[in-house]
């Protein structure tokens, strides 16, 4: 496994560390597939009871995908391989049969939201920020699978929120839109407590759990049968997401054309 994806297995506990605190943990392709190999993995594997995913440091959970990995999309094929390829690690992560737990601290933005958004439970520090700004960075669009997930968690309201408004919204927020379950005053805390909470569930009827889980899976599906592919090849094909990674890297406002 690669050192930018830390996994130490104690107790029955797969703890899995997104460890590049340089970029604010943004996510390469290789630690998404990571993640989804030790999903796949849990599902056979009597010794993992739980997975805990947290980040590196204290600064972010994860600063969604490393934008470097967008330089190259040129063609609506390149676009919704991506997204065919990141809605196949989500549902990896969404349908493992054991429990999945986010221990978020600081920013936790973009493809580390969705991460987050499709673990069973969400504890945070008491610095954690959650949303998407792509509207702001980017230009590009959540998946419909992605849409399909917030709404029903959040409701499509706080989703054109966080959309339209490209704010991050903080841990009391968080919690009050039901994003948290738990806030933890600091980094040290949140890391105890993850482990904690894993033993406890890890503890308790593994088919109750997994049957709880499935079935709000179940009611989610309908949405996610939804074919948002056109969506997908608008924005990611434009100019206005060329100009958004260019101006993302440059460390420059983007100009966006609305084309």
């Not at 997930?149 to 989703?159: D, H, K, Y």
């Not at 100009?243 to 100009?255: D, I, W």
């Amino acid at each position: 496994m690669s050192d930018e994806l830390l996994i130490e297995h104690r107790d029955g506990i797969a703890f899995v560390t997104l460890n590049r605190p340089q970029a604010r943990n943004a996510m390469t392709f290789e630690m998404y597939e990571g993640l989804a190999k030790l999903a796949t993995q849990a599902n056979t594997d009597d010794a993992i009871k739980a997975i805990v995913i947290t980040g590196a440091g204290e600064k972010a959970f994860a600063a969604g995908t490393d934008i470097s990995q967008f330089t190259n999309f040129r063609t609506a094929e390149d676009a919704l391989a991506y997204e065919e390829k990141i809605d196949r690690i989500m549902t990896a992560l969404e349908t493992c049969i054991k429990p999945t737990i986010a221990a978020i601290a600081g920013a936790c933005t973009g493809g580390g939201a969705g991460i987050a958004a499709v673990c069973d439970l969400r504890i945070g520090a008491a610095n954690a920020r959650y949303g998407f700004p792509i509207a702001r960075t980017l230009g590009n669009t959540l998946s419909m699978a992605n849409f399909a997930r917030l709404s029903t968690m959040i409701g499509p309201t706080r989703v054109m929120d966080l959309v339209y408004t490209s704010r991050l919204i903080e841990a009391e927020e968080m919690k009050a839109w039901g994003l948290l379950s738990e806030i933890l005053p600091d980094h040290a805390a949140l890391q105890a407590r993850a482990a904690e909470l894993a033993a406890t569930v890890a503890g308790h009827a593994p088919l109750t759990l997994r049957a709880c889980k499935e079935a709000l899976r179940r009611l989610r599906a309908p949405l996610r049968e939804i074919n948002g592919d056109d969506l997908v090849e608008m924005c990611f094909t434009s100019r206005d997401f060329a100009e958004g990674v260019e101006a993302f890297l440059a460390r420059r406002p983007a100009q966006w054309q609305g084309r």
